[in-house]
C-alpha cells in the first residue's frame, strides 16, 4: 500500500504547491472561516517581529500562539509553505498508521468473538472482511488530504495544520500502545490550545484495553496504570510550560495564551457558537456564560466514556468532533480532522438515517458562508445575524452527524448482541429506538 | 489603453468638521450626450458656495470616459486597487461619502427626469434614496419616471398592471445584466448610496428649464445633507414596478425557492432511489484506487471536463484574441466574441468524445450519482447566485431547472437535446436580448438582435476585465459547466 500512499501524498502535495504560487494565497489567509485569532499566520509574523525587536510576543494582544510555536517558526520561517505541507502530510501518514493498525485491532477481536460464537447466528452479514477493510486507511488519509477544507487550512498557513498533525501522532501512539509518547504527545496537544485533555479518558480507555487491564474501580491494576498515565501526561505538561518560561522568561503567555482561549475576549466572526452570542451579552453575565459555553465542551467526555468504555477508538473520534464543534475558535481546518475519520466507520452506512440532509447543509452551508460574508461585510445590504444563521446551521449539521454516527455505531453493536432481525415477545417485527 | 483626467472640485462645510461628505457627478461623454450637465454642476456649485448651512463637503466632480473614470476617482478616494487600473494619487480627500447623485443632461429644456438605480452585479442603492428623489419630484412638480415609463394611476386594470410588470420587467433584465447603467452603479460597491438622474426630452408639451432641475438638486442636496447616518433603513433589495410601488425580497424570494424546491425534491427522489450510493463524494477528489466503487472515476470525468471546458471558455477567448486577429479578417470585440460562441458550441460534442475515453460503459447507477452531483450543485449555485444578484438567479432558474429536473438518458434524444439548447444560458440570453428590446418599445430585427447579442457578450467580458463584473465568470465558470454536465446526462450511454 505504499504505492498509492506516496501518489496521494504527490498529488497533494501538488494541489497546495500551486495553490501557493496563485493569486488565491493572498485571498485566503483572509477568510474568517479558515484562519482564527489563535492560529493566523499573519499573527505569528507579528510576533516574530516583535521578538526580534526584543519585546515580549504577547505584548499587544496581537499573538495567542504558544511560545514553542514562535520559537519554531524563528528558526524555519523561510520555509513556512514547506512546513506546513509537511505537517499535512506527517498528519496523513500517522492516522494512515493508526487506522491500520486499529484495523487489525478490530479484526483480531471478531474473530476471537466468532470462535467463542458470540454473535447471533443472523448478524452475519454484520461481520467485517479484510477486503472490504483493505483500503480503509488509504481511504482516511485521503479523506484528509484531499478535504478542500484541509487544502484551505494550508494555503492560509493556519497553525491548526501544526495542532492536527500533533493530534495525529498522538492517535498513532496510543493506537500502538506506547504509553509514554502517547501522554507526551497529548501533553503537547494540550499545550497548544487547552482543549485536548478531554482526550485523557479515551486514551487511557484504549490503553487500558490494550493491555487487558478491566476498567474496575475497584482493582489496583486499573489505578495503577491510570497514575501511571496521569503522571506521565502531566509531567510532560509541566516539563512543556516550564520550557516555554524559560525560552521567554516570563509567565505572559499563561493569560495570552490559555487566557485568551478560555475567556474570549476577541469577538471576530468566525464559524463558531460563541462570537455573536457574547456580542451582544451584557457584561453582567458574562462570566456566567463563558463558563457554561466552555463546560460544554468537557461536559460530553464522562457520559460518552462511560457508554463507549469498549469502543475508544470511536470515542476518540466523538471527543474531536465534540471539540471541533464547540472549542471557542474553531476553523474548518478543525473539522477536517473528524472527517478524516469517516471512511473508518463506512460499515455503519446502512444505519445512518440522515446523511443526505447532513451533506446538503454542509455543502450549502459552506457555499454560502462567503456568499453572506460578502452582503454584510461589503454589500451592507445584510447583517450579522444572516452569518450567524449561517453558522448556527452549519453547526447542527456537524452535530446531526455526530450524532448519527453515535446511533449507527451503538445500533450494530445491539445487533451484533442481539440479533439483525429483532422479535418482539409475541413474534412480531421490532423497530429500535434511540432513547 | 485608455488614459483620461477627472476633474474635481470639494466645497467645504463651511463649520462642520470634514468628516462626512456628498457627491455630484457629471459624466464627460464624447460628442452631444451630456453636454449641459457640467454647465448645471458648475452653475450649482456657485450657488452652494454662497450657502453657509452645508455640514458635509460636496464634491464636485467631473469625470472622464464615464465609468473608467468613475471607478479610478473612486479607486484613487478610497485607495484600492480592485480593477488594475493606474491612478495617480488625489490630492484632496473629503472625508467618507455618504451619498452620490450623477447627472446626465442633454437638452437645457426636459420633460422628465428618469431615476437610474441598477448597479454594478445588481447591487441596488437603499429604497430610500429613491422614495426621496420621487416625493421631491412630486413636490417641485417635475414629472419621473422610472425605467423610460411614466407610471400610470389606473394600476388596478388590465393594461396598467401590464404596463407595471413590463416596468419590473425591464428592471429585472437590467439588474440581471449585471453591468452598472449609470456612473452611479460603481459607487454602491463602497457602501455609498448612489443614483443617476437622466434628462429626458421627449415631445410633451409641458418643458421644465434648467433652473426647476437646479433647485430640485439643491433640495436633494439639502435633504442628503441633514441625514444623521447612511440610509440604511429601507430595503436593500427591491423590485419596482412604478415609483410609488415597489416589491421587497420577502415577496419575491419565496418564488424562488419554490424553483430551487423543485431541485432539491427532484435530488431527494434520486437519492432515495439509489438506496447505497457512496456518501460524501464531495469530499474525497481525484482519481485514486477505487476498486469497490467503480462509479467514482465515470462520474468525476464528465465533472472534470466540465469544468476545464467552463475554464477555456472563461480564459481562451481573451488569451487567443491576438492569434484570432493575426489569422483572421475579424476586429478585436469579434474575435474574442467568435472565440467564447465556438467554445461554446464545441462543449455540444462533447459527451460522445468523453466516452470514447472512458472504457466499459456508464451503468444506470453512473447516471443517478452524476444526476444528484449536479442536481445540488445548481441548486447551491442558483442560492448563491439569487442573494446577491436576485433577477439573475431567477432568470437562471427559470431556464436551467426544467432541464434539470426532467432529463434522463431514457427521455426521447432528439428533442431534449433540442429543449436544452434552446434553453441553455446562451440562448437565454439571446431571449433576454430580444425581450429587453421589445419591453423598450424598440423592436429589433433578427439580424440586429444578433449583433446587439455579440455585442453583449463582449460587454459583459469587458465589463469583467474593467469593473469586476461577475456575471461573465459565473456563467463561464459555474453554470455552464453545470449546463454541460446534464448534456452529459442526456448523452449517457
Known amino acids: 500500500m505504499a504505492a498509492p500512499l506516496t501518489l496521494l501524498l504527490v498529488v497533494a502535495v501538488t494541489i497546495r504547491a500551486v495553490l501557493f504560487r496563485s493569486s488565491l494565497a493572498e485571498l485566503i489567509p483572509e477568510r474568517v472561516e479558515v484562519v482564527s485569532p489563535l492560529n493566523a499566520w499573519k499573527r505569528v509574523v507579528e510576533g516574530l517581529a516583535l521578538l526580534d525587536l526584543g519585546v515580549s510576543p504577547y505584548a499587544g494582544d496581537v499573538f495567542h500562539e504558544t511560545p514553542l510555536i514562535i520559537y519554531f517558526f524563528h528558526f524555519v520561517i523561510d520555509y513556512a509553505e514547506i512546513v506546513f505541507m509537511m505537517a499535512d502530510a506527517l498528519t496523513a501518514v500517522a492516522l494512515y498508521l493508526a487506522v491500520k493498525d486499529y484495523n487489525k485491532t478490530v479484526f483480531r477481536k471478531q474473530k476471537y468473538a466468532l470462535e467463542a460464537e458470540r454473535y447471533p447466528l443472523d448478524c452475519l452479514e454484520l461481520i467485517r472482511t479484510p477486503k472490504e477493510m483493505y483500503y480503509i486507511p488509504l481511504k482516511v488519509a485521503m479523506f484528509y488530504l484531499l478535504n478542500p477544507f484541509t487544502i484551505l487550512s494550508c494555503v492560509a498557513k493556519s497553525t491548526c495544520g501544526l495542532n492536527n498533525a500533533v493530534i495525529a501522532l498522538f492517535i498513532l501512539c496510543t493506537v500502538k500502545g506506547s504509553s509514554l509518547m502517547s501522554a507526551i504527545f497529548l501533553a503537547l496537544a494540550t499545550y497548544q490550545s487547552i482543549y485536548p485533555l478531554t482526550l485523557f479518558a479515551p486514551a487511557l480507555l484504549y490503553l487500558l484495553q490494550r493491555l487487558y487491564i478491566p476498567v474496575n474501580w475497584q482493582r489496583s491494576s486499573f489505578w495503577l496504570f491510570t497514575t501511571q498515565y496521569a503522571f506521565m501526561y502531566l509531567g510532560s505538561l509541566c516539563v512543556m510550560v516550564c520550557l516555554s518560561f524559560f525560552l521567554l522568561s516570563s509567565w505572559d503567555f499563561l493569560s495570552s495564551v490559555y487566557g485568551f482561549i478560555l475567556s474570549v475576549p476577541d469577538l471576530t466572526p468566525n464559524i463558531g457558537l460563541f462570537w455573536y452570542f457574547f456580542a451582544e451579552m451584557f457584561e453582567h453575565f458574562r462570566l456566567f456564560f463563558i463558563c457554561v459555553f466552555q463546560i460544554n465542551v468537557f461536559f460530553y467526555t464522562i457520559p460518552l466514556s462511560i457508554k463507549l468504555k469498549e469502543h475508544p477508538v470511536f470515542l476518540i473520534f466523538m471527543q474531536i468532533a465534540i471539540i471541533s464543534i464547540f472549542k471557542s475558535y474553531p476553523t474548518v481546518g478543525d473539522i477536517a480532522l473528524y472527517m478524516a475519520f469517516l471512511p473508518a466507520w463506512n460499515h455503519l452506512y446502512r444505519f445512518l438515517r440522515n446523511i443526505f440532509l447532513v451533506s446538503v447543509v454542509l455543502l450549502a452551508c459552506s457555499a454560502l458562508f462567503p456568499v453572506l460574508w460578502h452582503l454584510w461585510i461589503y454589500a451592507g445590504s445584510a447583517n450579522s445575524n444572516f452569518y450567524y444563521a449561517i453558522t448556527l446551521l452549519f453547526n447542527v449539521a456537524q452535530i446531526l452527524l455526530v450524532s448519527d454516527y453515535f446511533y449507527a455505531y451503538l445500533r450494530r453493536e445491539h445487533h451484533l448482541t442481539h440479533g439483525l432481525y429483532l422479535k418482539r415477545k409475541d413474534g412480531s417485527e421490532a423497530t429500535l429506538v434511540l432513547k | ?493
Open chain 2, 1 to 493: 489603453m485608455v488614459r483620461g483626467t477627472n476633474v474635481y472640485g470639494i466645497l467645504r462645510a463651511p463649520r462642520a468638521p470634514r468628516t462626512e461628505a456628498l457627491v455630484l457627478s457629471a459624466p464627460c461623454s464624447e460628442g452631444n450626450n451630456n453636454n449641459q450637465a457640467v454647465g448645471l454642476l458648475l452653475g450649482l456649485a456657485q450657488y452652494f458656495r454662497s450657502q453657509i448651512h452645508w455640514a458635509k463637503d460636496i464634491i464636485f466632480l467631473v469625470n472622464e470616459h464615464d465609468l473608467i473614470g468613475m471607478q479610478a476617482w473612486l479607486e484613487g478616494y478610497h485607495h484600492t486597487n480592485t480593477t488594475g487600473g493606474d491612478w495617480s494619487p488625489l490630492q484632496g480627500r473629503g472625508g467618507s461619502i455618504q451619498a452620490a447623485l450623477s447627472l446626465e443632461l442633454s437638452s437645457d429644456v426636459i420633460t422628465s427626469l428618469d431615476l437610474v438605480l441598477e448597479g454594478l452585479n445588481g447591487q441596488l442603492p437603499n429604497l430610500d434614496l429613491a422614495n426621496l428623489f420621487y416625493a421631491f419630484c412630486q413636490k417641485i412638480g417635475v414629472l419621473c419616471t422610472i425605467q423610460g415609463k411614466l407610471q400610470r394611476n389606473d394600476w388596478d386594470t388590465t393594461s396598467g398592471y401590464s404596463h407595471a410588470a413590463q416596468t419590473m420587467m425591464l428592471m429585472v433584465l437590467k439588474q440581471a445584466s449585471g453591468r452598472p447603467w449609470g456612473d452611479h452603479g460603481l459607487f454602491l460597491r463602497y457602501h455609498i448610496e448612489a443614483a443617476s438622474i437622466r434628462g429626458i426630452n421627449s415631445f410633451r408639451q409641458y418643458k421644465t428649464d434648467t433652473t426647476t432641475i437646479g433647485r430640485l438638486l439643491e433640495g436633494m442636496y439639502r435633504k442628503l445633507n441633514n441625514l444623521l447616518e447612511r440610509l440604511h433603513q429601507s430595503y436593500f433589495f427591491y423590485l419596482m414596478p412604478s415609483l410609488s410601488r415597489f416589491v421587497s425580497i420577502g415577496y419575491y424570494m419565496p418564488a424562488f425557492g419554490l424553483l430551487a424546491v423543485i431541485l432539491l425534491l427532484r435530488a431527494l427522489d434520486l437519492w432515495v432511489q439509489l438506496g447505497a450510493s457512496p456518501p460524501g463524494t464531495e469530499d474525497g477528489v481525484a482519481g485514486g484506487v477505487q476498486p469497490s466503487s467503480p462509479g467514482v472515476l465515470s462520474i468525476l470525468t464528465p465533472v472534470v471536463i466540465s469544468h476545464m471546458t467552463g475554464v477555456a471558455l472563461y480564459t481562451l477567448p481573451i488569451l487567443s484574441q491576438e492569434m484570432a486577429v493575426q489569422h483572421f479578417p475579424v476586429s478585436e470585440t469579434e474575435a474574442v466574441v467568435l472565440t467564447a460562441i465556438a467554445i461554446y458550441t464545441a462543449g455540444l460534442a462533447l459527451p460522445h468524445n468523453t466516452h470514447r475515453l472512458l472504457q466499459g460503459e456508464g451503468t444506470e447507477e453512473g447516471w443517478r450519482v452524476l444526476k444528484l452531483v449536479a442536481l445540488l450543485y445548481l441548486a447551491v449555485l442558483l442560492g448563491c447566485t439569487a442573494l446577491i444578484n436576485f433577477s439573475l438567479g431567477f432568470i437562471l432558474a427559470l431556464s436551467l431547472v426544467p432541464i434539470a429536473a426532467f432529463i434522463t438518458p431514457h427521455t426521447p434524444k432528439a428533442l431534449s437535446a433540442a429543449i436544452m439548447v434552446l434553453l441553455s444560458p446562451g440562448c437565454t440570453l439571446l431571449y433576454c436580448v430580444f425581450l429587453f428590446q421589445e419591453l423598450q418599445e424598440t423592436p429589433v430585427s433578427l439580424q440586429d438582435g444578433w449583433m446587439l447579442f455579440l455585442s453583449v457578450i463582449s460587454q459583459g467580458i469587458l465589463d469583467h476585465a474593467l469593473y469586476g463584473s461577475l456575471v461573465y465568470p459565473l456563467l463561464a465558470l459555474l453554470i455552464y459547466p453545470c449546463w454541460l454536465l446534464l448534456w452529459n446526462i442526456l448523452f449517457w450511454k
